[in-house]
């Protein structure tokens, strides 16, 4: 199986990172990180950055390409290249996901028109306005589509696409193998567990930015 | 804050960029990518790379060091540039901190003698070799020194650090913002849960390493 993953100027590491150390687990399966030219990217936060080894044009034809999130995608939601690329690649991937703001960039490229999808919390009723259907849960499947929640929700999101295309017991195996036996010290990682004022401020903080 | 996170030749991705992406998030503190020398740094996959933006020597009294894991550990524990770079900077951290294997690096620069110290759960007992007392749990706080259990559990760890130092409200909108609710769609995260097979699987595969 090979897998594209996308870089831009302004996505977000873990959104990457996250479902990238389940897929690259598994046996025979190859990643590749790809970007409009080879080479460093910078995250969002601008203290590191990826290498992508591979420009767009270099790419052929991914079974799986994942789109992470982050403040990126604003300015790469009207970037011609990048959504002609979308729509090249998913005429033939097996699977085409994203991970948190990711998933506006799909509907950007027209891929999520009629379909049910998520996305990072703050940033779900966005979706509605390239005609689909934002709803929640961890990771949401609807045809050959696979959208994430937040940052962290890409690796729920690869276990469950390991599971599904090579079986439970590599997928446990992986899940092991990182030791996915996640314990918050605090239970607010969604908008109807995190105290109200929390919610509030990290709304805000969305809106500014 | 200023954060040191070390990067090396094979080291695991998602161990430095999970606590990183909580850590990054809290206002004020600065991230900071080191290395051997600066520029591209592979991590154990060998698909991708990541910038390291100061090499150890540029590198003034961090107050948070952390130190991943990932196969390369192997190589560096012999590696005393390195070891000495960690005693060097540990003498004046307020935390010393380790994901995974990286808990074998500090233990072989000296740092875990006499202290309980967690790590991947497939390479807990050679901490005894350096005189620490490996113990279970997702991080493990003795003295200034936090270790983290394997790969993912960084970014539990990251969320307790966050919490101990700036409080709980920071640390929960941070985890609300990476939206990390997680719900793996398995559970066998930890050889405690994981059918027996797949833990002897994953065992043999970590021992022939």
Redesign the interface.
């Known amino acids: 199986m090979k897998i594209a993953i996308l870089l831009y100027e302004g996505f977000?590491?873990?959104d990457a990172?996250?479902p990238?150390?389940v897929l690259?687990s598994v046996p025979d399966w190859?990643?590749?990180?790809v970007a409009k030219q080879r080479g460093?990217v910078r995250t969002d936060?601008g203290?590191?950055?990826?290498?992508a080894?591979r420009s767009l044009e270099e790419v052929g034809e991914p079974e799986i390409v994942l789109v992470p999130g982050g403040i990126g995608t604003r300015e790469l939601m009207g970037e011609e290249e990048i959504l002609a690329w979308l729509r090249r690649v998913d005429e033939t991937t097996k699977w085409t996901t994203s991970v948190?703001t990711g998933s506006l960039l799909l509907a950007a490229a027209g891929l999520l028109e009629g379909k049910q999808a998520t996305g990072?919390?703050a940033w779900l009723e966005p979706l509605r306005d390239f005609g689909a259907e934002p709803v929640g849960g961890?990771y949401v499947e609807d045809g050959k589509t696979i959208t994430a929640?937040?940052?962290?929700?890409g690796?729920?999101m690869a276990?469950?696409l390991v599971?599904r295309e090579v079986g439970?017991?590599v997928?446990?195996?992986i899940?092991?193998?990182?030791?996915?036996?996640?314990?918050?010290?605090?239970d607010?990682?969604?908008?109807q567990?995190?105290?109200a004022e929390?919610?509030e401020?990290?709304s805000a903080?969305s809106r500014a930015e």
Chains 1, 2 share one sequence.
């Open positions: 977000t590491a873990l990172i996250g990238y150390e690259r190859e990643v590749e990180f460093e936060s203290v590191v950055g990826l290498t080894d948190c990072h919390w961890r929640a937040g940052v962290s929700a690796i729920d276990l469950y599971g439970t017991e997928a446990q195996a899940q092991l193998g990182i030791e996915y036996d996640p314990d918050p010290p605090f607010a990682g969604s908008p567990k995190a105290p929390i919610v401020m990290v903080i």
